[in-house]
């Protein structure tokens, strides 16, 4: 049987670290964790935004290694999911340049082209999917002598990117994280102790 001596020392010593200790740690732990957590975000977004940059730019160079960085981050940071990443730019790019190859085969689909791109180059500031549609239609609207080929279109979830992130990493934040849970598990372990020796004192040593 327990001795009540033995008890009781071991409730002293858990007593030692108060629970408004061990919370006002754990508080100051979320805060950390919290902000780190947002860091890492930030981070995704940052080299989100050096991708979508690169796009607008037109080089393909570029863009391709900015897309291998936030890959490399977001599968090495927790909260980093990338979300959908479309390469836009690039995608009317390859779009105008299919067209462009479909119509100006011949005289007439290069007289075609030239009449569909006065009617909507106006209404658009430069190249855009709604330019694109515009430009299709007025195309559809001028039939020649000869059948054009239709433009072979760019498939468009083949410039569409995501990048998952880890459930947890060995970053600041993963760490931060761990620490956290390791405070509120002796949170836990403290409360459940104190209460179990109360407990006993309380059964089996009434005389106490």
């Known amino acids: 049987m327990v001795d009540k001596r033995q008890v009781k020392k071991s409730l002293k010593q858990i007593q030692r670290i108060k629970t408004w200790q061990?919370?006002?740690l754990l508080l100051l732990n979320a805060f950390i964790s919290a902000t780190l957590l947002r860091v890492n975000n930030v981070g995704m977004l940052q080299r989100r935004d050096a991708v979508h940059a690169?796009?607008?730019a037109g080089n393909a160079?570029?863009?391709?290694?900015?897309?291998?960085?936030?890959?490399?981050y977001a599968a090495s940071h927790i909260?980093?999911?990338t979300g959908p990443v479309y390469l836009q730019d690039q995608y009317n790019r390859d779009a105008q340049a299919a067209i462009?190859?479909?119509?100006?085969?011949?005289?007439?689909?290069?007289t075609a082209n030239a009449q569909a791109e006065a009617v909507c180059k106006p209404q658009f500031h430069g190249w855009s999917t709604a330019y694109m549609e515009c430009f299709l239609a007025e195309l559809d609207k001028r039939p020649t002598s000869e059948k054009l080929p239709d433009p072979v279109?760019?498939?468009?979830?083949?410039y569409k990117y995501e990048f998952l992130s880890p459930v947890w990493s060995p970053d600041f934040a993963g760490w931060s994280i761990v620490v956290f849970c390791f405070i509120f598990l002796c949170i836990i372990a403290r409360l459940t102790s104190?209460?179990?020796?109360?407990?006993l004192l309380r059964r089996h040593y009434r005389g106490v």
């Open 100 to 110: 462009q190859a479909a119509t100006q085969v011949s005289a007439a689909g290069q």
């Open 79 to 81: 909260n980093a999911n």
């Open 153 to 158: 279109m760019p498939v468009a979830e083949l």
């Open 194 to 199: 104190v209460m179990v020796l109360r407990l």
């Open 54 to 56: 690169a796009d607008k």
């Open 61 to 72: 160079d570029d863009t391709r290694a900015r897309l291998y960085d936030l890959r490399r």
């Open 22 to 24: 061990l919370v006002i």
